[in-house]
């Protein structure tokens, strides 16, 4: 991959603010023509700079009113495992769907998992029943959210 120049920077800058805009309205805000604009996201496509394009949905306004930010813990051996517990842990939050995010983290803790649910009973649900229950979890403390000051998936270009 080349360095990003000022256009590409640009360009992905008009679309993380509005992944639908035509190549036309890019160019225009950015100084290109609209067969150029496409050229260059083909481009970054190829090169993996653009992962993917999606919707983003309010949680609240499908019904899920809770987000939870959880510090994981895990064993350092789990018996009846022949793989290392981090990629038992890693497999599993794959196919969690209420875990949203999930990184690894240096410090005290393993993971940190951000998950969002409907309510109370659905997170009570998903630490005892899911979190708790996986043979690699030694130990998890929440946190919950209680408003959202900044919320952005826009990368600093």
Same mark, same amino acid.
């Given at each position: 991959?080349?360095? !990003?120049? %000022? ?5 992905? @800058?008009?679309?993380? #603010?509005?992944? &639908? =805009? ?51 813990? !895990?064993? %350092? ?5 022949? @793989?290392?517990?981090? #990629?038992?842990? &890693? =497999? ?66």
């Amino acid at each position: 991959m080349e360095a !990003l120049d %000022k256009l590409d920077a640009a360009i992905l @800058r008009k679309l993380q #603010d509005n992944g &639908r =805009a035509t190549f036309d309205d890019i160019g225009q805000a950015v100084g290109l023509s609209a067969s150029a604009v496409l050229r260059r996201v083909k481009r970054l496509e190829d090169d993996h700079v653009i992962d993917r394009y999606v919707a983003l949905v309010k949680p609240e306004a499908v019904g899920l009113g809770l987000t939870a930010y959880i510090s994981v813990r !895990l064993e %350092k051996h789990v018996d009846g495992h022949k @793989r290392n517990p981090m #990629d038992v842990f &890693r =497999a599993a939050v794959q196919a969690w769907p209420e875990v949203v995010e999930c990184a690894a983290l240096t410090g005290e803790m393993d993971y940190l998992i951000k998950l969002t649910v409907r309510d109370m009973a659905a997170y009570s649900r998903f630490i005892m029943d899911v979190l708790l229950k996986h043979p690699s979890v030694q130990d998890c403390k929440s946190s919950f959210v209680l408003d959202r000051i900044k919320q952005t998936t826009a990368m600093p270009l």
